[in-house]
Nanobody, 122 residues
Framework: QVQLVESGGGSVQAGGSLRLSCAAS????????RGWFRQAPGKEREFVAA????????YYADSVKGRFTISRDNAKNTVYLQMNSLKPEDTAVYYC???????????????WGQGTQVTVSS
């Protein structure tokens, strides 16, 4: 089992920045990929970004490219999502996930955090 705990959500005005963190514990050797998804009210959960833990290769949804950056700290077993130039449409609950491969659908990810709210006001 892998436990994921997110932190860093909050409220910010459009154009502002937030950094989310996701700390992992447990059998993290099986979590080859760490990803971020988000879900706005009434919408499906959507892919935001992912990183291969060993190689550091990153992937982004088109909607966040150039604004969001995913990174990792191996020593802390933590993945980060730096979010800049935030827009009201970025408002959602953000979830950290871990799984075997980078896919942009939530199904194949085995482990999920509890989610953290991000609210961007105009």
């Amino acid at each position: 089992q892998v436990q994921l705990v997110e932190s860093g959500g909050g409220s910010v005005q459009a154009g502002g920045s937030l950094r989310l963190s996701c700390a992992a514990s447990g059998r993290t050797s099986s979590a080859f990929v760490r990803g971020w998804f988000r879900q706005a009210p009434g919408k499906e959960r959507e892919f935001v970004a992912a990183i291969y833990w060993s190689a550091g290769t990153t992937y982004y949804a088109d909607s966040v490219k150039g604004r969001f950056t995913i990174s990792r700290d191996n020593a802390k077993n933590t993945v980060y999502l730096q979010m800049n130039s935030l827009k009201p449409e970025d408002t959602a609950v953000y979830y950290c996930a871990a799984g075997p491969n980078v896919v942009t659908t939530p199904g194949p990810y085995n482990y999920w955090g509890q989610g953290t709210q991000v609210t961007v006001s105009s």
